[in-house]
């Protein structure tokens, strides 16, 4: 199993401009998730989903869309790249979503700069 | 509302010598705690977690954590420190009442001296 994988690793975007994060598990994980990470701050939730064609927001989900439409998929789109999103993305998926002691497992992370 | 505090950011040890980070969580309900791992450019991965079974949890590395609930408190602790378990550690609560949604604390670096 790859587990979850994300893609890119890093991109450079300009304000203003649009683009699509990649995540995808093959563990047949109903729960995946969005969080960013920034200095000093942990990792924050942007957006969730239980299953495909559900998802709800996060704690910090402005400037950012989200559908679940397999699920295996779970991407998260900027509409319109500013500063303030420069950070380090992390993909993260669990079994249900339903147990709050269930593990969630981590992609590699995508490395956001927008200048 | 769940949160979580970790007291020191960055914490220094010497080779050989005993880590201990620690953590304390404010939640609402009967919580899930976790302790995950982020080596420099990496992932994170998870160290260990505890689910209201045993109250001294055994992770991998040799890493271990009590939860306390009078001091709802959750510890990480290892014996020994190894070069490499120079990394970021976040202790992480999660309560039935939000599911997954995990609380992150802002993390603890930690560093290992030769």
């Known amino acids: 199993n790859a587990g979850v994988t994300q893609t890119p690793k890093f991109q450079v975007l300009k304000t203003g401009q649009s683009m699509t994060l990649q995540c995808a598990q093959d563990m047949n994980h109903e729960y995946m998730s969005w969080y960013r990470q920034d200095p000093g701050m942990g990792l924050r939730l942007i957006h969730y989903?239980?299953?495909?064609?559900?998802?709800d927001q996060g704690e910090v989900p402005n400037g950012y869309n989200v559908s679940r439409s397999t699920t295996e998929d779970f991407p998260l789109r900027l509409l319109s790249a500013a500063p303030s999103q420069t950070s380090v993305y992390f993909c993260?998926?669990?079994?249900?979503?339903?147990?709050?002691?269930?593990?969630?497992?981590f992609g590699p992370g995508t490395r956001l700069l927008v200048l | 509302a769940q949160s979580v505090t970790q007291l020191d950011s960055h914490v220094s040890v010497s080779e050989g010598t005993p880590v201990l980070l620690r953590c304390n969580y404010s939640?609402?309900?009967?919580?899930?705690l976790f302790w995950y791992v982020q080596h420099p450019n990496k992932g994170l991965q998870l160290l260990l977690k505890?689910?209201?079974?045993?109250?001294l949890v055994k992770g991998i590395n040799g890493f271990e954590a009590e939860f306390k609930k009078s001091e709802t408190s959750f510890h990480l602790t290892k014996p020994s420190a190894h070069m490499s378990d120079a990394a970021e550690y976040f202790c992480v609560v999660s309560d039935h009442n939000y599911g997954q949604n995990f609380v992150f604390g802002p993390g603890t670096r930690l560093s290992v001296l030769p």
């Open positions: 989903s239980v299953g495909a064609g559900i998802t």
């Open positions: 993260a998926s669990s079994y249900s979503g339903r147990e709050a002691g269930e593990t969630q497992y």
């Open positions: 939640s609402s309900y009967s919580p899930s």
């Open positions: 505890y689910t209201s079974a045993a109250t």
